[in-house]
């Protein structure tokens, strides 16, 4: 055991030695590499260095104004003063910091976190959240302060997706807003009622419920008006009924009929489509807009289409799909593929055996007949022209 020790320290010795040894030739020049030891070289996508040491275990990038050291997976610190931004990992995801001008965020495993900085109206407002427990923001504007104490009482701004979420001895009562649609919970999710512009809705879940939706008007970017569809939804013993009727007032109402899982339904002026049983089964689809019809028995194992779609393919057989600009083929799925792809002037090939083990890839540009080929075989050989 002694001997052994001594070799031990032996060689650890001389790793260290030679490691100071190169990190001295290392800092004498500018590119330098002793494997996975030391290596520093220059970066190829912008002006800059990166140093690694040790393989994965450090490494430290300068590119341009931002500076960046890691030792993975402990901690890692990126700074661009140009910017003003700093992002700081330890045991990434268990400890993060990150700011950004003003505006920054600490989080510990997503459940304790601090937050602050300026809204788009330049409002100062800071946040601490223990997630799902207690929310708090404060700000010098009343209206963006809250706090709330779950599942007790509170009110929250902004956050999961809605405007707001006011709520009491949740769930027994919360109001959820989102832009102009207020939701009332009662028992949450079986009672809700629900209010908006030109939209009044109920339900009873998942016994029965119905919403309806009236055509409106909006302004959109070129300051015109445009018309926003309506709707009529309706379901029962949910999810097993659906009746809807969708973008009412709109050049293409799509009404949706639904009895899951024996059958499911769309019709509208631009497209027809019926499938039964739902979700794999027999399936009919006549596209007008698109121009082409189609037919699977089971969908989407056997699909047969034409128009200006075609496509036969009994999955996984054989497919044979393809349309004005693009082509897509297999045979004994995924023993070989063929896909092609055209947007004038250039013009994509490539065939691949077995996914990625062959793969023969040709890029054309038609009006400059410039070609890029590239042949893969992996890992054993590459080619490239």
Same mark, same amino acid.
């Given at each position: 055991? *002694?001997?052994?020790?001594?070799?031990?320290?032996?060689?650890?010795?001389?790793?260290?030695?030679?490691?100071?040894?190169?990190?001295?030739?290392?800092?004498?020049?500018?590119?330098? =590499?002793?494997?996975?030891?030391?290596?520093? +070289? =220059? $970066?190829?996508?912008?002006?800059?260095?990166?140093?690694?040491?040790?393989?994965?275990?450090?490494? =430290?990038?300068?590119?341009?104004?931002?500076?960046?050291?890691?030792?993975?997976?402990?901690?890692?610190?990126?700074?661009?003063?140009?910017?003003?931004?700093?992002?700081?990992?330890?045991? /990434?995801?268990?400890?993060?910091?990150?700011?950004?001008?003003?505006?920054?965020?600490?989080?510990?495993?997503?459940?304790?976190?601090?937050?602050?900085?300026? %809204?788009?109206?330049?409002?100062?407002?800071? *946040?601490?959240?223990? +997630?799902?427990?207690?929310? &708090?923001?404060?700000?010098?504007?009343?209206?963006?302060?809250? %706090?709330?104490?779950?599942?007790? /009482?509170?009110?929250?701004?902004?956050?999961?997706?809605?405007?707001?979420?006011?709520?009491?001895?949740?769930?027994? /009562?919360?109001?959820?807003?989102?832009?102009?649609?207020?939701?009332?919970?009662?028992?949450?999710?079986?009672?809700?009622?629900?209010?908006? @512009?030109?939209?009044?809705?109920?339900?009873?879940?998942?016994?029965?419920?119905?919403?309806?939706?009236?055509?409106?008007?909006?302004? %959109?970017?070129?300051?015109?008006?445009?018309?926003?569809?309506?709707?009529?939804?309706?379901?029962?013993?949910?999810?097993?009924?659906?009746?809807?009727?969708?973008?009412?007032?709109?050049? @293409?109402?799509?009404?949706?009929?639904?009895? $899951?899982?024996?059958? %499911?339904?769309?019709?509208?002026?631009?497209?027809?489509?019926?499938? =039964?049983?739902?979700?794999?089964?027999?399936?009919?689809?006549?596209?007008?807009?698109?121009?082409?019809?189609?037919?699977?028995?089971?969908?989407?194992?056997?699909?047969?289409?034409?128009?200006?779609?075609?496509?036969?393919?009994?999955?996984?057989?054989?497919? #044979?799909?393809?349309?004005?600009?693009?082509?897509? &083929?297999?045979?004994?799925?995924?023993?070989?593929?063929?896909? #092609?792809?055209?947007?004038?002037?250039?013009? #994509?090939?490539?065939?691949?055996?077995? +996914?990625?083990?062959?793969?023969?890839?040709?890029?054309?540009?038609?009006?400059?007949?410039?070609?890029?080929?590239?042949?893969?075989?992996?890992?054993?050989?590459?080619? *490239?022209?």
């Amino acid at each position: 055991p *002694r001997d052994l020790f001594d070799q031990i320290m032996y060689i650890v010795r001389r790793a260290i030695f030679f490691c100071f040894i190169g990190f001295h030739l290392a800092t004498a020049r500018a590119d330098w =590499s002793m494997g996975p030891l030391y290596d520093k +070289f =220059s $970066l190829t996508l912008a002006p800059g260095e990166r140093t690694e040491i040790l393989g994965p275990l450090y490494y =430290s990038e300068q590119k341009e104004s931002q500076s960046q050291f890691a030792f993975p997976p402990l901690f890692s610190r990126t700074v661009d003063p140009e910017v003003e931004s700093e992002e700081m990992d330890f045991l /990434y995801p268990i400890l993060t910091y990150d700011r950004y001008g003003a505006e920054y965020r600490f989080q510990i495993l997503q459940w304790i976190a601090f937050a602050g900085g300026k %809204n788009q109206d330049e409002d100062i407002q800071k *946040r601490f959240t223990l +997630f799902p427990i207690f929310f &708090d923001q404060s700000s010098p504007v009343p209206e963006l302060n809250y %706090n709330a104490l779950f599942p007790i /009482y509170g009110t929250i701004k902004n956050r999961l997706f809605r405007d707001e979420i006011h709520f009491v001895l949740f769930p027994l /009562y919360s109001e959820t807003r989102k832009r102009d649609i207020v939701t009332d919970n009662y028992l949450f999710p079986i009672f809700h009622l629900r209010h908006g @512009n030109a939209l009044r809705g109920w339900q009873v879940w998942p016994l029965v419920g119905a919403e309806h939706k009236g055509v409106t008007t909006r302004t %959109n970017r070129l300051d015109e008006a445009e018309i926003v569809g309506g709707h009529e939804k309706f379901f029962a013993l949910w999810p097993v009924f659906f009746k809807n009727t969708m973008g009412i007032g709109t050049e @293409n109402p799509d009404k949706q009929l639904s009895v $899951l899982p024996l059958f %499911n339904s769309s019709h509208s002026p631009q497209r027809d489509w019926w499938m =039964s049983p739902w979700p794999i089964g027999l399936s009919l689809t006549k596209d007008r807009k698109k121009n082409y019809r189609e037919v699977g028995a089971p969908w989407p194992f056997i699909i047969f289409a034409r128009g200006e779609k075609k496509v036969d393919r009994v999955w996984p057989f054989f497919s #044979r799909a393809s349309n004005t600009n693009s082509q897509s &083929d297999f045979y004994c799925w995924p023993i070989y593929k063929y896909n #092609r792809f055209t947007s004038p002037p250039l013009e #994509r090939e490539r065939t691949r055996i077995l +996914f990625f083990l062959y793969s023969d890839t040709k890029e054309k540009n038609l009006e400059a007949r410039e070609v890029m080929h590239r042949v893969d075989f992996w890992p054993f050989y590459t080619f *490239r022209h």
